[in-house]
């Protein structure tokens, strides 16, 4: 009798494990549409031929990829309708942002108060999809159309070329993000058009956040894999990437940065 008993105190206690499990389960707050801001690292995969006038005209990013910068713009918490309003988010070059940075060091700016270095959109959706996918659209272009600025002597007294005229555009679409517990917004995929002084360029995007450098710090003409690993290891004094746990990644050679090993969600 004793052992029935005991059995069947077990057995209550069990279910009663499993239900509060499940209950709290049920009430863990989903994880909205959003991208992890900060510093992260492109890849682009040229789509077809370049098209317009693009003798002379050499990207920046020699249609291998760069750094961006990310950030998320969520609703205030105190919004009565935060679970209704979409969270906004931004797309900048680095490069973009390093030229226009010269350019107001001396005074100079782009003439045109409608243009902005950085591209904003919306997630479409609060919540990712079934497939944990945040899709974000109506972005506007990323443009900047500034003068040629003049060598000059920085502040700290390095010398900094001419910086020729040049007119850009970036301009996003096919946005994707993976949005899961795990992986809050880290990976990011899109399709670029750019556009500079005439000549135009579509790519394939794949972005990871955090950027992650990976050169070998004994030869910087060679890469070290193992800088990508999420994982610490505190026998060389390593603290780990950065990188989330469980996020395929590989030292990208031309690059020298960490980045997704697939190209789509």
């Known amino acids: 009798m004793n052992k029935r ?79 209704k309003e979409l969270t906004s988010l931004a797309i900048k070059s680095g490069f973009v942002g390093s030229l226009v940075l010269n350019a107001d060091s001396q005074g100079l700016m782009d003439a045109d108060a409608s243009h902005a270095p950085y591209a904003l959109g919306k997630f479409d959706h609060v919540y990712p999809d079934a497939n944990d996918v945040c899709t974000s659209s109506g972005f506007t272009p990323a443009e900047i159309d500034l003068p040629d600025v003049p060598a000059h002597t920085a502040d700290d007294g390095t010398a900094v070329d001419d910086q020729p005229a040049t007119h850009i ?15 809050i917004g880290t990976q990011t995929f899109a399709d670029l058009t750019y556009t500079q002084d005439g000549c135009t360029g579509i790519y394939h995007v794949s972005i990871l956040t955090p950027n992650v450098d990976c050169t070998d710090p004994n030869d910087d003409t060679k890469t070290d894999p193992t800088l990508c690993n999420s994982e610490s290891d505190p026998s060389k004094g390593f603290p780990g990437s950065g990188i989330g746990l469980g996020i395929s990644v590989s030292c990208d050679p031309d690059l020298k940065l960490c980045l997704p090993n697939r190209s789509a969600p």
């Open 5 to 83: 008993r005991n059995l069947r105190v077990l057995s209550a206690v069990g279910l009663l494990a499993i239900a509060l499990a499940n209950t709290r389960c049920a009430d863990q707050p989903r994880v909205k549409c959003t991208v992890t801001s900060g510093p992260a690292a492109a890849r682009y995969t040229l789509v077809g031929a370049k098209t317009g006038t693009c003798d002379n005209v050499t990207f920046p990013f020699q249609d291998l990829g760069e750094g961006l910068g990310l950030e998320s713009y969520a609703p205030l918490v105190t919004d009565p309708n935060v679970d």
């Open 169 to 183: 555009k970036y301009e996003w679409s096919n946005v994707r993000t993976i949005v899961t517990a795990d992986s």
